[in-house]
């Protein structure tokens, strides 16, 4: 068996982020999985019907896409395959009573989904949006 300076448990965005940190101080490290795809919860799949691709874990991905981290090595991580795909609208919290909160990557819609929800919010929701954009 061959020595390793370090042994990553976990083929996810984080588990590939910090084998990538410590290789390119010149460690020498192994990356294992359990799952036959790599990606952890950064993974899609098809679950559903042929051509239907769904976030199996992925939701908060952009956490991760706005960090120093992914800034850093993202060629990296495009060069193994990685891809991102984002629709305008990645997420919503559903109310018991029906109602919902959907989730913009435009601001524009953010700030009017905010406003609807909470009618006094729209400037707050503004400074969130601008703020979160960079």
Same mark, same amino acid.
């Given at each position: ?17 910090? &084998?990538?940190?410590?290789?390119? =101080? ?31 874990? =992925?939701?908060?991905?952009? /956490?991760?896409?706005?960090? +120093?981290? /992914? ?5 990296? /991580? ?9 629709? +305008? ?9 029906? +109602? =919902? ?13 905010? =406003? ?16 979160? &954009?960079?």
């Amino acid at each position: 068996m061959a020595d390793y300076d370090a042994v990553v448990v976990g083929s996810g965005h984080n588990g590939l982020a910090s &084998a990538l940190v410590l290789s390119r =101080a010149g460690w020498k490290v192994l990356v294992v999985e359990q799952s036959d795809v790599p990606g952890g919860a950064s993974k899609s799949r098809e679950l559903t019907l042929p051509g239907f691709v769904h976030d199996v874990h =992925a939701t908060n991905i952009g /956490f991760f896409l706005g960090s +120093d981290t /992914f800034q850093e090595f993202k060629d990296d /991580f495009f060069a193994n395959g990685f891809g991102i795909s984002a629709g +305008d609208q990645p997420y919503a919290s559903v109310f018991p009573d029906g +109602d =919902a909160v959907c989730g913009y990557m435009d601001p524009q819609k953010m700030v009017g989904e905010l =406003a609807r929800q909470n009618p006094p919010t729209p400037r707050l929701g503004r400074r969130c949006c601008r703020s979160s &954009a960079g």
